[in-house]
């Protein structure tokens, strides 16, 4: 899983899109490689989009290393997930700040692997927003099922926080003040 943190002058796109993802040399042992996705059917996910950190250079080549994508279906990322990083970037526009948490969920037995690397393709991903406004905080959840053509509206994908905590068995916002932790994670907003 990823987790960043997005102000609204980060949304500016100064930076040209890479073209290739890279393997990121800073894992202590191998990780995926560019030869796991090819010909699996499967595109390279970013967890942390790239528009996201097109503010600079250094920061949307960041994006482009294969730690920061799972296997994902063409349809479930150029379409919901893709949509749900639009809402994210409409939400920080309009915010003071936002912290992001996204990553992918194994949810089936057995788990399916791509490639020579057998990288594990999740069944689901998921992303977690912390909204700040002037002292105000919202979150938002979205779990989207990591499947060819999602017919549903976005707001369909919609949880809470604490749903996503529950099934991922991460906890995100562990420094709020527990009454107020639980009070917004339990809260479902939905996607406008």
Known sequence: WVGYHLKPEHLLRLSA??????????????????????????????????A???????????????????PQLQS????????LESFVRRIAARSSSVH??????????????????????????????????????????????N???LTEPLAFFATTVEQVQRRTGLDFFAALEDLEERQLESTLNQFK
């Open 76 to 83: 479930a990322n150029a379409g919901r997930w893709s949509q």
């Open 52 to 70: 996201d950190f097109a503010w600079s250079d250094d920061a949307i080549l960041s994006t482009f290393l294969l730690s920061n994508a799972v």
């Open 17 to 50: 899109r890479p073209r290739r993802f890279r393997p990121d040399i800073h894992l202590s042992s191998p990780g995926a490689s560019n030869a796991d996705y090819l010909h699996s059917g499967f595109s390279r996910g970013h967890m942390a989009p790239a």
């Open 100 to 145: 992001v948490f996204s990553g992918p969920l194994f949810e089936s037995d057995p788990v399916q692997f791509i490639g020579p690397g057998q990288v594990a393709v999740p069944t689901h991903t998921f992303k977690v927003i912390l909204a700040l406004h002037h002292g105000r905080k919202t979150m938002y959840a979205a779990i989207i099922p």
């Open 147 to 149: 499947r060819a053509h």
